[in-house]
């Protein structure tokens, strides 16, 4: 760890602690109030009773003339339960001391239906009488969250009160009395952690609402759905709730109380469902979850409608099917490697206990205390702090996981492409020499067509190991990864190439040396099911220049790996300036310069060797520009055609060449033809042969002098579509060249299929023609084969007049080389004519 990362922690862990030191003071000040009883700081005995009516018959008349009903025993002794009955509290004051004191009698169950109070004095006699509870209406909200009876005990005296508690549902009512200024230090106390409890619970929500509508992932909403719900059946529990909600509605929220625990618990399971993606797995333990929150809801529905007293005892059974469905989704996810549920699974531990503690303490076997009471709000406030953690811990995770997905590749786990990049980026930055260094298993993809995907993934990942291993020995190649993987030095590229990089500075030829020896340990041979493969590996490696950036540094490194396959040693190397970068900048000037006439037709005579006359010539496509006009024209066509301008370009060829022949015959060359080129990519365009024919009407051509001249290409791309197209262009009067006779490995058959009107010999037959008897023989019978089929041939390549006199004498038709002219502008070209050219 930095030192840096190391300041952060320790900022960190001080922050935690000023929270601690916070929480503790504020702790302190809130005082346990029923420890402050009156009974324990003044000299006030008291002495209890209590009878409970199942018939709910007695009046309090009743009750006062028959004390023999009276069990005298403290009012924890009660045996609170939710049938509906009637409990008679029977308390008596008898004040020792020399002054009156002023008692608040504190009823902490803001639940209850009917609550009355009745003041007598030591005959009996009826002194005051006041009710309570949330059926009683008019009453204040602080009556009704904090439900108490002020009253004055004077000196030595004795006063009884008499409480009844008629309600349904939870009916334990506990019974402190204060003195008014304890009394206030309760109030003080229960409205600091109400206050506490709402505004975490509130904040969270808010965070998660403004997290939800930037992530929009559904647990945010339910993790709301699930503080909201806390909140509305703590409200309802505790008090608090008339404060936060209208009072006709708290009050409803009260008579279905059941409905909020059910809401609580729905929230609970559905959001273990979907924290922990079982919604994506969609297992039995899914429907599971669906079944159960189904039948939640149903009967939440349901307890509308039923009384509390018989819905209450239903949820709780619902509850430990929820403990038990949470259980097994949470044992699964863990036991599969769900670490990061830390947090969430620490948040059930607080609920599980608060929610142990509150039946504990409703139903007596924990006794009341202040803290008690509220043990189940700390509970939830505990456990949604817990649940925060984990969403953001699941952020965290979901963040990690789509950094390595972004950073490795999905079916070998190899670091990818922008790991490349980056290291690319900080090295440049760091303004360093540096080299790109790829490694391919030479015919992969070839070998993909007999392997499966699966088996050339783990071929790669077995080449992958050794070249670690190879790396890790060489200091020089830079850690791509800040992870002690032993995979970190190189990344995968696709397609069976690796890449490094390598910072040291060193002469290409110490690096070429160095990749060689590394090359040594690589496997040589591969078993798949039996069939041993021979592996053969190719280097590029690629220099860094001043103006590239990282797709073009990598551009040049696949065409050093390009360029590797034809090396002895399967090792080179480019910078980058000896070869033009296919590019959409360079792409879109072309494009411009076609639309502004930028470009221009070269011209290269053909000659009838029958009389030494010029008869026509091959337009050749130039870029006069300065910037471009050392850019070969086979890569400027290339670049047309993997960025879609390539028929575009064409037409604008077709369009050049019948304006010049259109010139052509102003001057008198009424005869003269021109040869166009078309490639495989040209048939896409639509309609050719239709534009091709208003062009020559637009620049009043005959159809006789245009040529096409078609590649190979182009018969390999789509026949069917290619022999439409001879025939409409012969059709239309124009002539088809089968360019590149002798090249290919079908032209024979293509003289049957297609109706050309000429051949041309390729110059590969021609360049050494006077001193190779065969290519001599070879050219002799295609020569022969052509007028036999009635067709002329051209023979391109001439350069020396000893080949042209053995042309002549073969009966060649036609012939092209530099032994006439080398291409020529057109200005050039005219001037070629005009001079009568003569051998």
């Given at each position: 760890m930095d030192f840096k990362t190391l300041r952060y922690h320790a900022l960190a862990v001080a922050i935690l602690v000023l929270i601690f030191f916070i929480i503790n003071t504020l702790a302190s000040n809130l005082v346990t109030p029923t420890r402050y009883t009156i009974d324990k700081i003044a000299p006030v005995y008291l002495n209890y009773a209590y009878y409970i009516d199942n018939s709910k018959q007695l009046d309090f008349d009743q009750i006062i003339k028959q004390p023999q009903?009276?069990?005298?025993?403290?009012?924890?002794?009660?045996?609170?339960?939710?049938?509906?009955?009637?409990?008679?509290?029977?308390?008596?004051?008898?004040?020792?001391?020399?002054?009156?004191?002023?008692?608040?009698?504190?009823?902490?169950?803001?639940?209850?239906?009917?609550?009355?109070?009745?003041?007598?004095?030591?005959?009996?006699?009826?002194?005051?009488?006041?009710?309570?509870?949330?059926?009683?209406?008019?009453?204040?909200?602080?009556?009704?969250?904090?439900?108490?009876?002020?009253?004055?005990?004077?000196?030595?005296?004795?006063?009884?009160?008499?409480?009844?508690?008629?309600?349904?549902?939870?009916?334990?009512?506990?019974?402190?009395?204060?003195?008014?200024?304890?009394?206030?230090?309760?109030?003080?106390?229960?409205?600091?952690?109400?206050?506490?409890?709402?505004?975490?619970?509130?904040?969270?929500?808010?965070?998660?609402?403004?997290?939800?509508?930037?992530?929009?992932?559904?647990?945010?909403?339910?993790?709301?759905?699930?503080?909201?719900?806390?909140?509305?059946?703590?409200?309802?529990?505790?008090?608090?709730?008339?404060?936060?909600?209208?009072?006709?509605?708290?009050?409803?929220?009260?008579?279905?109380?059941?409905?909020?625990?059910?809401?609580?618990?729905?929230?609970?399971l559905a959001f273990c469902t979907m924290f922990l993606r079982y919604h994506k797995d969609k297992c039995w333990r899914y429907t599971l979850s669906l079944a159960l929150l189904a039948l939640m809801l149903v009967l939440a529905v349901a307890s509308l409608f039923i009384p509390e007293n018989i819905a209450a005892p239903l949820f709780f059974v619902i509850m430990a099917l929820l403990y038990i469905v949470c259980i097994i989704l949470i044992y699964n996810k863990l036991r599969s490697g769900f670490r990061w549920a830390k947090y969430y699974v620490l948040s059930w531990v607080p609920l599980i206990l608060g929610a142990a503690i509150q039946p504990l303490e409703l139903t007596g076997i924990l006794p009341y205390s202040f803290a008690t009471h509220h043990a189940f709000l700390v509970a939830i406030l505990c456990e949604v702090v817990l649940m925060a953690m984990a969403l953001a811990d699941r952020v965290r995770y979901q963040r990690e996981r789509a950094l390595y997905h972004a950073t490795h590749t999905q079916q070998t786990k190899l670091l990818n492409s922008a790991k490349l990049k980056q290291a690319f980026m900080a090295l440049q930055a760091q303004q360093r020499q540096f080299a790109l260094c790829l490694i391919k298993i030479r015919h992969f993809n070839s070998l993909n067509t007999i392997i499966t995907p699966a088996q050339g993934y783990t071929l790669i990942r077995h080449v992958a190991d050794k070249l670690a291993l190879q790396l890790s020995y060489e200091r020089e190649f830079i850690d791509?990864?800040?992870?002690?993987?032993?995979?970190?030095?190189?990344?995968?590229?696709?397609?069976?190439?690796?890449?490094?990089?390598?910072?040291?500075?060193?002469?290409?030829?110490?690096?070429?040396?160095?990749?060689?020896?590394?090359?040594?340990?690589?496997?040589?041979?591969?078993?798949?099911?039996?069939?041993?493969?021979?592996?053969?590996?190719?280097?590029?490696?690629?220099?860094?220049?001043?103006?590239?950036?990282?797709?073009?540094?990598?551009?040049?490194?696949?065409?050093?790996?390009?360029?590797?396959?034809?090396?002895?040693?399967?090792?080179?190397?480019?910078?980058?300036?000896?070869?033009?970068?296919?590019?959409?900048?360079?792409?879109?000037?072309?494009?411009?310069?076609?639309?502004?006439?930028?470009?221009?037709?070269?011209?290269?005579?053909?000659?009838?060797?029958?009389?030494?006359?010029?008869?026509?010539?091959?337009?050749?496509?130039?870029?006069?520009?300065?910037?471009?006009?050392?850019?070969?024209?086979?890569?400027?066509?290339?670049?047309?055609?993997?960025?879609?301008?390539?028929?575009?370009?064409?037409?604008?060829?077709?369009?050049?060449?019948?304006?010049?022949?259109?010139?052509?015959?102003?001057?008198?060359?009424?005869?003269?033809?021109?040869?166009?080129?078309?490639?495989?990519?040209?048939?896409?365009?639509?309609?050719l042969v239709e534009k091709v024919e208003n062009i020559l009407i637009k620049y009043q051509v005959p159809a006789q002098l245009l040529k096409f001249e078609l590649t190979e290409s182009a018969f390999v791309e789509s026949q069917q579509a290619l022999i439409m197209l001879v025939d409409e262009l012969r059709v239309l009067g124009v002539k088809v060249v089968l360019d590149d006779f002798g090249t290919g490995y079908a032209s024979l058959s293509y003289l049957v299929n297609y109706h050309f009107s000429e051949l041309k010999i390729d110059k590969s037959f021609v360049l050494d023609l006077a001193n190779n008897s065969t290519h001599q023989v070879i050219v002799k019978t295609a020569i022969d084969m052509a007028h036999n089929l009635g067709l002329t041939i051209t023979i391109e390549g001439v350069e020396t007049q000893q080949a042209h006199h053995l042309l002549k004498a073969m009966h060649a038709d036609y012939s092209q080389g530099y032994l006439y002219a080398k291409p020529l502008c057109y200005d050039d070209y005219l001037l070629f004519l005009q001079g009568q050219y003569n051998l």
């Open positions: 009903l009276r069990i005298n025993q403290p009012l924890t002794h009660i045996p609170w339960s939710f049938a509906e009955q009637n409990y008679w509290l029977f308390i008596e004051l008898n004040n020792k001391s020399n002054k009156a004191e002023q008692i608040v009698a504190h009823f902490d169950n803001p639940m209850v239906d009917h609550l009355t109070v009745y003041q007598l004095n030591a005959q009996n006699q009826l002194l005051d009488t006041q009710h309570f509870g949330d059926k009683q209406p008019s009453l204040s909200l602080f009556q009704y969250s904090v439900p108490h009876y002020r009253f004055t005990l004077a000196s030595k005296s004795t006063q009884r009160l008499v409480i009844k508690i008629d309600t349904i549902g939870i009916s334990k009512t506990p019974v402190n009395l204060y003195r008014n200024k304890e009394f206030i230090d309760l109030v003080r106390s229960q409205a600091g952690i109400w206050g506490i409890f709402v505004g975490v619970l509130l904040m969270a929500a808010l965070y998660n609402l403004v997290l939800y509508f930037g992530i929009k992932d559904r647990v945010y909403l339910i993790y709301i759905g699930y503080i909201i719900s806390a909140i509305t059946l703590m409200g309802a529990v505790l008090g608090f709730g008339f404060y936060l909600w209208p009072t006709a509605w708290q009050l409803w929220l009260h008579e279905k109380i059941v409905l909020s625990n059910y809401a609580i618990a729905f929230f609970t791509l990864d800040s992870d002690l993987s032993a995979n970190n030095q190189f990344v995968d590229l696709g397609s069976g190439v690796f890449a490094c990089i390598s910072s040291k500075t060193q002469s290409q030829a110490m690096l070429t040396e160095r990749l060689t020896k590394i090359l040594t340990g690589l496997p040589k041979q591969y078993e798949i099911k039996g069939l041993n493969l021979q592996l053969n590996y190719s280097i590029g490696i690629s220099y860094l220049n001043d103006s590239d950036d990282f797709d073009y540094w990598l551009q040049h490194g696949y065409s050093a790996l390009k360029n590797a396959k034809g090396n002895s040693n399967k090792v080179s190397s480019s910078t980058g300036k000896e070869q033009l970068m296919m590019d959409v900048a360079l792409a879109a000037k072309l494009q411009q310069a076609i639309k502004n006439n930028q470009l221009a037709l070269y011209y290269q005579p053909q000659i009838n060797l029958s009389n030494n006359q010029v008869r026509g010539a091959e337009a050749l496509l130039r870029w006069p520009v300065a910037e471009f006009k050392n850019i070969s024209i086979e890569q400027l066509i290339l670049l047309a055609e993997h960025t879609g301008i390539i028929n575009e370009l064409t037409l604008w060829v077709i369009e050049q060449a019948c304006k010049d022949i259109n010139n052509f015959a102003q001057q008198n060359y009424t005869a003269h033809t021109i040869s166009v080129n078309l490639s495989a990519k040209n048939l896409s365009i639509n309609n």
